[in-house]
């Protein structure tokens, strides 16, 4: 194996084991510190930009999964070669991350340029991999950044191309992302959001809002949707749309569901018996083992019946490690809490999964509702959904119904349950109590609440 670094000449430094990734021979993480370094002291009476930019591969870690170790060492030393061949003499790639790769380009000086010298890159890397017999498939990811001022440290280059990695990641995969500043505003802003949601949280601050679900021949409120709402001091009504994905990231889901599952929990108690409460989880819940322990010790404590409970669950929190979720799924199920899945039909919809998983019910994603009455392909989508329920003796609700007349077509084709702001918009828990007593007015209900 090669021991030199990047394509540059074998020099002193390449001797160095401190600074060679034994597997693919390309320099490491500090050999990579170390030469961005030297550039901006070069640059130092020179102040022309260059780049730096870090690339991380898409979905390795499943192949490495599937294929065995070994054959994902052979990927990665593949990788490398390429990726050193890529580079022409003024430039280096080294290897700082499992999967990850950094790369310089002391004489790439537009945004555009690094743009197109990553995509070039990601081509390279999506060329088939021999494994043995087999061969695999790979993509790739990369952030840049700009050197333009001597101010700018290696740490605060390679940050900020770690942002912009983070952005094409979010993308989705195959992506390029080049730092600019909006991008650092937007990082400030999630972190300011991130700090406001942590003190709200430990003070109790989010507070859970029922939208109800109904029963769309009778119209007959059967259960409700818990939905997280905050509003913090300073930022004022931050959406979930917004503060739930940060929670995610930033480790703050679990506590946050704790907090508003006990405060609904708690609301739900004075309800009439034979109304349901259900309540979404987050993909990054379903690989934590404790999620199961911690909603039973809530429902324990608020005394709420768990056969009363439902949770919905999206696609996506079924992928990242289906036997984690299922497990955590079953611990739930055995003492009767029901199982939803969210979302039907947009994201990572697999039929497979609804084999292999069994829910309880199916939630039709708001999108095929809202384009049901003009939109053929979307009503074939629906009534295709609905007889499958059917056959797999799985409830449905259809989301996101705005219109009488959507719920009309929905009726017709036999859809049972329906959730939108036809039937109410989400309100807090005294809100709650009001519209049962509303609802039912003289009816069964007023005794029972
Ligand atoms: P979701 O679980 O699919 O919830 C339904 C969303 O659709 C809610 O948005 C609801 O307010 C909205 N919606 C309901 N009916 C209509 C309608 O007729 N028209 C329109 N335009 N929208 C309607 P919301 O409350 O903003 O929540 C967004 C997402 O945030 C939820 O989607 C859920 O994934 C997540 N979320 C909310 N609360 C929690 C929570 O406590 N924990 C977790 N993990 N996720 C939550
Ligand atoms: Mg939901
Ligand atoms: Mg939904």
């Known amino acids: 194996m090669?021991?030199?670094?990047?394509?540059?000449?074998?020099?002193?430094?390449?001797?160095?084991?401190?600074?060679?990734?034994?597997?693919?021979?390309?320099?490491?993480?500090?050999?990579?510190?170390?030469?961005?370094?030297?550039?901006?002291?070069?640059?130092?009476?020179?102040?022309?930009?260059?780049?730096?930019?870090?690339?991380?591969?898409?979905?390795?870690?499943?192949?490495?999964?599937?294929?065995?170790?070994?054959?994902?060492?052979?990927?990665?030393?593949?990788?490398?070669?390429?990726?050193?061949?890529?580079?022409?003499?003024?430039?280096?790639?080294c290897r700082i991350g499992a999967d990850e790769f950094a790369f310089l380009y002391p004489m790439v000086f537009s945004e555009e340029q690094a743009a197109e010298k990553s995509r070039m890159l990601i081509e390279i890397l999506s060329a088939p991999y021999d494994v043995g017999e087999r061969t695999a498939r790979l993509s790739a990811s990369v952030g840049c950044s700009l050197f333009y001022s001597g101010d700018e440290t290696t740490e605060i280059l390679i940050n900020k191309a770690e942002t912009a990695l983070y952005h094409a990641k979010r993308s989705g995969r195959g992506r390029v992302v080049v730092y600019t500043r909006e991008m650092e505003e937007a990082a400030k802003r999630v972190t300011r959001i991130e700090q406001a949601l942590r003190r709200a949280v430990s003070a109790g601050e989010v507070e859970p809002h029922f939208q109800?679900?109904?029963?769309?021949?009778?119209?007959?409120?059967?259960?409700?949707?818990?939905?997280?709402?905050?509003?913090?001091?300073?930022?004022?009504?931050?959406?979930?749309s917004v503060f739930i994905p940060i929670a995610e990231e930033r480790g703050i889901i679990g506590p946050l569901s704790q907090l508003v599952l006990r405060k609904a929990t708690?609301?739900?108690?004075?309800?009439?018996?034979?109304?349901?409460?259900?309540?979404?989880?987050?993909?990054?819940?379903?690989?934590?083992?404790?999620?199961?322990?911690?909603?039973?010790?809530?429902?324990?404590?608020?005394?709420?019946?768990?056969?009363?409970?439902?949770?919905?669950?999206?696609?996506?929190?079924?992928?990242?490690?289906?036997?984690?979720?299922?497990?955590?799924?079953?611990?739930?199920?055995?003492?009767?809490?029901?199982?939803?899945?969210?979302?039907?039909?947009?994201?990572?919809?697999?039929?497979?999964?609804?084999?292999?998983?069994?829910?309880?019910?199916?939630?039709?994603?708001?999108?095929?509702?809202?384009?049901?009455?003009?939109?053929?392909?979307?009503?074939?989508?629906?009534?295709?959904?609905?007889?499958?329920?059917?056959?797999?003796?799985?409830?449905?609700?259809?989301?996101?119904?705005?219109?009488?007349?959507?719920?009309?077509r929905l009726v017709q084709f036999g859809c049972a349950g329906g959730q939108g702001y036809l039937f109410g918009k989400p309100v807090d828990a005294d809100a709650t109590l009001g519209y049962l007593r509303d609802s039912y007015r003289g009816a069964l209900y007023a005794k029972a609440i």
């Not at 029963?215 to 959406?239: K, Q």
């Not at 697999?350 to 003009?374: N, T």
């Open 266 to 408: 708690e609301a739900a108690r004075s309800w009439p018996k034979d109304l349901f409460l259900s309540f979404n989880l987050s993909p990054s819940q379903l690989v934590d083992q404790n999620t199961g322990l911690h909603i039973l010790a809530i429902l324990e404590r608020t005394g709420f019946d768990p056969r009363r409970l439902e949770i919905e669950i999206t696609e996506t929190g079924l992928m990242t490690d289906p036997a984690s979720a299922e497990k955590i799924v079953e611990d739930l199920r055995r003492v009767g809490i029901r199982v939803s899945l969210d979302d039907f039909g947009t994201g990572q919809s697999s039929l497979g999964r609804l084999r292999e998983f069994h829910f309880d019910k199916l939630k039709i994603d708001r999108a095929f509702v809202s384009s049901i009455l003009d939109d053929r392909p979307s009503e074939h989508i629906i009534r295709a959904i609905l007889a499958m329920c059917e056959g797999l003796g799985m409830d449905v609700v259809a989301e996101g119904i705005e219109e009488e007349a959507q719920a009309d």
């Open 212 to 240: 109800p679900i109904v029963d769309l021949n009778t119209r007959r409120t059967i259960g409700f949707e818990t939905l997280a709402r905050w509003t913090d001091r300073d930022l004022g009504m931050v959406p979930p």
């Open 2 to 93: 090669q021991t030199t670094f990047g394509t540059g000449q074998p020099g002193r430094e390449s001797t160095d084991l401190a600074f060679t990734d034994p597997l693919t021979g390309l320099g490491n993480h500090r050999r990579f510190f170390d030469k961005v370094d030297r550039l901006i002291g070069d640059r130092a009476d020179d102040p022309a930009p260059f780049t730096v930019g870090i690339l991380d591969l898409d979905g390795f870690k499943p192949i490495n999964d599937l294929f065995g170790h070994k054959a994902g060492d052979d990927i990665l030393i593949q990788v490398a070669m390429r990726l050193r061949a890529s580079m022409d003499g003024h430039s280096t790639v």
